[in-house]
C-alpha cells in the first residue's frame, strides 16, 4: 500500500520539476511512511511513497524493467504476482527483486495496456513507456484503490489522492458547485466527477492512456450476472463457495509484516477469520471497536465470540462524541469529498489501534454487496413482486401505505411511500440513496430559490441513469447488487476504508471482493442469494459450520455507530452553530431558514440525521479545502 502521484507534458521539451513532484509527495505523506522516491524524464516526472509489505529490502519504487525503459508507480497488492512469475521467466524476462510490483513492468511488456487482465488484486499504477513516449494509468476492477487525474490544456497530472493534486498550481482547483446536488442526493459522489470541476476519478475496471497529447479511457471489466446453463444443487454451490474463500483469503494474507483482522461481529469477518486460521500457525491478532453510549446495537460481544473461538490475540477500544467530533475536520481532510459515512470515523480509530502491532488488516468488507446481505434487497424485491401482483390495485395500496405512514410517522416506511407508483429500476438510486432526500419537495426545499433554479437534476443523477438503463430488464435483485457494486461501493465504501486505514499507515485488504469471488456470486440463481426472508441465503449455509451459531443466526446490524444521539445531545449546539453560522449560508446554496428547520429538536428525532450529517461534512469540506491552501492542510 503506498500513494502515488505524477505530471506528464504534452509537448516532447516539456519539464516537469523535481520540487513539484516532491510536494504532491508531501501530501501523503501518511500512504508511506517507509520510502519514497522520483524519477524525472522529459515530458514526465513520477513519485512515489511506500509502506513496506512485500520484499522489504529491495521494493524501491519507481522501479524499472532491465534497460530502464519501462517505469512505474504502483499503488496495492497484486495476490498472483507469484503465479505469474515463471510465465515471465519463461519469456526470458530477469526479475532482480521479490515483488509484486516488478511483475506488472514485466507483463506490460508482454501485453501493453492487457496486462491488466492478468492481475488479481487491488491496485492503482502508473506506468511510463520510454520508447512509446506514452503514460498509461489504470485501477483495479472493483476500485479498491482510489485514482485521480487531472487534464490540462497540455497536460495530465494524477494522484492517489485529490491533495496531490492541488499541490501543482497548474491544477485549476475552482469547485463544482453543481456537484453539490449530486453529493446532496447520494450522500457520497458517484461517478468518475468529483467537487472539484477539473479533477476526476479514473472509474474502476478502467484504464487511461496518454500518448502524443491524446488522452484515451478504456474499460477493460464489467460485472456480469450470466446464469449457469446447468444449475448445480446447494451443497455442490456451497463446496465451491468455501473453496474459492480459502484460496482468496489465503493469497490475501502474503506479506512479510504481520497480518491482522478487523472483526465487526458479523458473518463476514468472522468468516475471514476462519479462513486465516485455517492457513496460519502464527499468532492472529484481531481488533474491534464500541462506543460509550447505551442504547446502540455493540458488535463487542459479538466481535469477543469470534476472537475466543479462533485463540487471537483480541484488541478493542471505545470511542465517546467527543473524539467523534474531534476528528471530524481530519475525517474531512483524509476522506477528500464529504461522504455520509459516520462509520469511517469509528474505522480511522480501530485502524490506529491496530497500527501499534500490525502494519496490514483484512476485512470483510464485500460479502453484502457478492451475496447480498441488507434487509433492503430483500424488501425492496419483495416489494416489486407485491407491485407485479397487484398491478391493477397500485393505487389503493398506495392509499393503504399513506395513510399507515400517516399514522405511525416511520421514516422506514416514508422511504419506501415513494416506490409503489415509481418503476425499477429508474427509483433506485444505491442501497443508502434515494431521489426523496430532503422529503416534502425533495431536495428544493432546503436549497435558496437562485441555487435551486440553476441545479440540473438530470447531470446531478446522470451516472446512476446510465447504469439504470444497462441494467433494464434484468432480474430486480441483480440490478440492484450491480447498481451498488459500480457505484456506492467504490465511491462511499472503498473510499472510506482506504483513506481511513491509510489515514495510519496501515493497509486494508478485502478478500471478499476479490473478482473471482464477485464473479462466482453474480452467476449463482438469485434465489441462493436472497430465499424467503433469509439474505445471504448461499453464504450462511456454507459458512454455519464453520462460524459460531450465534453469528450466523443475529440479524444484521452494520456497524452501527450513534451519531443520531450524539447531533441531538452532545454535538447539538456545535452542529447548529455550524450549519447556520454566517460564512455557511453565505455559500449561496441554503435557505437558511430551511435548515434552521431541519436542525429543530423535533426533526432530528423524526429520523433526518442523514440529511444533517451531510450537511455538516459538506460545510466541514468548504472550510478545509475552499478557504486554505494545499500547504496549510498537509
Known amino acids: 500500500m503506498c500513494g502515488i502521484c505524477g505530471k506528464v507534458g504534452f509537448a516532447p521539451d516539456s519539464v516537469i520539476e523535481a520540487e513539484l513532484v516532491q510536494g504532491m509527495l508531501d501530501t501523503m505523506r501518511h500512504r508511506g511512511p517507509d520510502d519514497e522516491g522520483i524519477l524525472l524524464r522529459p515530458q ?88 512509446e513516449r506514452s503514460l498509461l494509468l489504470a485501477r483495479d476492477r472493483v476500485g479498491i484503490k482510489p485514482l485521480y487525474y487531472a487534464l490540462g490544456d497540455d497536460f495530465l497530472a494524477f494522484g492517489s489522492e485529490i491533495k496531490a493534486l492541488l499541490a501543482d498550481p497548474e491544477v485549476d482547483p475552482t469547485i463544482a458547485p453543481e456537484m453539490i446536488d449530486r453529493f446532496l442526493t447520494f450522500l457520497y459522489m458517484p461517478g468518475e466527477e468529483t467537487l472539484f470541476g477539473k479533477i476526476r476519478k479514473l472509474l474502476p475496471g478502467h484504464y487511461l492512456t496518454v500518448k502524443h497529447g491524446r488522452v484515451n479511457i478504456r ?23 468455501v473453496a474459492l474463500l480459502g484460496e482468496v483469503v489465503q493469497q490475501h494474507m502474503i506479506a512479510d509484516v504481520p497480518v491482522g483482522v478487523l472483526l465487526s461481529g458479523g458473518v463476514d469477518s468472522t468468516a475471514v477469520l476462519s479462513f486465516v486460521r485455517q492457513h496460519t500457525a502464527k499468532p492472529v491478532s484481531t481488533y474491534t471497536i464500541g462506543f460509550s453510549d447505551t442504547g446502540m446495537a455493540d458488535e463487542r460481544p459479538y466481535a469477543r465470540l469470534a476472537a475466543d473461538t479462533y485463540g487471537t490475540q483480541h484488541h478493542e477500544m471505545t470511542i465517546t462524541a467527543e473524539d467523534f467530533a474531534d476528528f471530524l475536520p481530519r475525517y474531512i481532510w483524509h476522506m477528500e469529498e464529504p461522504v455520509c459515512e459516520p462509520p469511517a470515523v469509528a474505522l480511522y480509530y480501530v485502524s490506529r489501534l491496530a497500527s501499534q502491532t500490525v502494519k496490514v488488516l483484512l476485512s470483510g468488507e464485500g460479502g453484502d454487496e457478492a451475496f447480498a446481505g441488507y434487509s433492503n434487497y430483500r424488501n425492496l424485491l419483495w416489494l416489486e413482486r407485491i407491485k407485479q401482483g397487484l398491478r391493477p390495485l397500485r393505487g389503493s395500496l398506495r392509499a393503504v ?7 405511525f410517522k416511520s421514516p422506514r416506511l416514508e422511504k419506501y411511500l415513494p416506490l409503489i407508483e415509481a418503476n425499477f429500476p429508474e427509483y433506485y438510486y444505491s442501497r443508502t440513496s434515494t431521489p426523496y432526500r430532503f422529503s416534502g419537495g425533495g431536495l428544493s426545499d432546503i436549497y435558496n430559490d437562485d441555487f435551486a433554479d440553476a441545479v440540473d437534476r438530470e447531470r446531478s443523477v446522470a451516472p446512476m441513469r446510465s447504469l439504470q438503463q444497462k441494467v433494464q430488464g434484468k432480474n430486480t435483485l441483480d440490478a440492484m447488487l450491480y447498481l451498488d457494486t ?149
Not at 473478482?515 to 438469485?526: C, G, I, N, V
Request: net charge neutral.
Open 44 to 131: 514526465v516526472g513520477l513519485g512515489h511513497r511506500r509502506l513496506s509489505i512485500i520484499d522489504l529490502e529491495t521494493g524501491h519504487q519507481p522501479l524499472s524493467n532491465e534497460d530502464g525503459t519501462v517505469w512505474i508507480v504502483f499503488n496495492g497488492e497484486i495476490y498472483n504476482y507469484q503465479e505469474l512469475r515463471p510465465y515471465l521467466e519463461n519469456k526470458g524476462h530477469v526479475l532482480k527483486t521479490q515483488t509484486d510490483t516488478e511483475v506488472i513492468v514485466h507483463l506490460y511488456e508482454e501485453l501493453g495496456a492487457a496486462c491488466v487482465d492478468r492481475l488479481r488484486g487491488m491496485f492503482a499504477f502508473a506506468i511510463w513507456d520510454e520508447n
Open 219 to 241: 474499460q477493460y471489466w464489467d460485472l456480469e450476472f450470466t446464469k449457469a446453463a446447468t444449475r448445480l444443487t446447494t451443497r455442490q454451490y456451497e463446496e465451491q463457495l
Open 401 to 407: 401505505a399513506s395513510g399507515a405512514n400517516r399514522m
Open 486 to 634: 459500480k457505484t456506492w461501493l467504490p465511491d462511499d465504501l472503498l473510499i472510506k476504508a482506504d483513506k481511513m486505514t491509510m489515514a495510519n499507515s496501515v493497509e486494508l485488504r478485502v478478500p471478499l471482493l476479490d473478482h473471482k469471488l464477485l464473479e462466482f456470486a453474480a452467476a449463482l440463481p438469485s434465489d441462493l442469494k436472497v430465499h424467503g426472508l433469509t439474505t445471504k441465503y448461499l453464504a450462511k449455509k456454507a459458512l454455519e459450520k464453520r462460524i459460531p451459531q450465534e453469528i450466523v443466526r443475529r440479524p444484521k446490524a452494520g456497524f452501527p455507530v450513534p451519531y443520531e444521539g450524539w447531533l441531538r445531545k452532545q454535538l447539538q449546539s456545535w452542529v447548529t452553530e455550524v450549519l447556520t453560522d454566517r460564512s455557511t449560508l453565505e455559500r449561496g446554496y441554503f435557505s437558511g431558514a430551511a435548515v434552521r428547520k431541519l436542525l429543530a429538536h423535533d426533526t432530528i428525532f423524526g429520523g433526518r440525521s442523514k440529511e444533517i450529517f451531510s450537511l455538516l461534512t459538506l460545510e466541514l469540506w468548504h472550510r478545509s479545502f475552499a478557504e486554505r491552501s494545499c500547504a496549510a492542510l498537509v
